[in-house]
């Protein structure tokens, strides 16, 4: 028989164990998806998704890749996070020319988790954001640009 100060110690060993196991459960973090692709006009792309102020994807489109999807993981705990699209996009006029044009959007995202999202351009491709196309009020975009976006200097 052991003696009774080791098995209390053993049940509340044991009793820790299962709280952490729940709320290890109950922490998770969420996931959602993000597509991006080429369009028509555009040449290449290379797109940075930061999520709660931390790079969460790059995305690259050519010729080769025209369209991608990216898993993206959210802290756990938080149900709205902060997003920034962030990128060049090179596309050829109607004249044939090319230009490279700076994005940088960005907003709020309520509930993403499950979710696919879509990153569009508008406005000549200078404004970038996510939307989902089942539900408009899981993305809130800011207006203006970023302030984490930064262009690449290399």
Not at 73 to 92: D, M, S
Not at 105 to 110: E, F, K, R, S
Not at 121 to 135: I, K, M, V
Request: glycine share 8%; proline share 5%.
């Amino acid at each position: 028989m052991m003696p009774q100060s080791r098995s209390w110690k053993i049940l509340v060993f044991l009793g820790a164990g299962a709280v952490l196991a729940s709320a290890a459960r109950s922490a998770r973090a969420g996931t959602f998806t993000v597509v991006d692709g080429r369009a028509d006009n555009e040449i290449s792309e290379i797109s940075r998704l930061y999520v709660d102020e931390q790079l969460a994807a790059t995305i690259r489109l050519d010729a080769t890749v025209p369209q991608r999807a990216v898993q993206v993981e959210t802290a756990a705990g938080r149900v709205n996070h902060t997003y920034a699209l962030c990128g060049e996009i090179t596309i050829r006029t109607p004249d044939g020319r090319t230009e490279t044009h700076e994005v940088n959007g960005g907003g709020m995202l309520h509930h993403p988790d499950g979710r696919t999202l879509n990153a569009l351009g508008t406005r000549n491709f200078t404004e970038f954001y996510l939307a989902d196309p089942d539900d408009p009020t899981v993305v809130e975009r800011q207006p203006g640009r970023s302030s984490i976006c930064s262009v690449p200097t290399s």
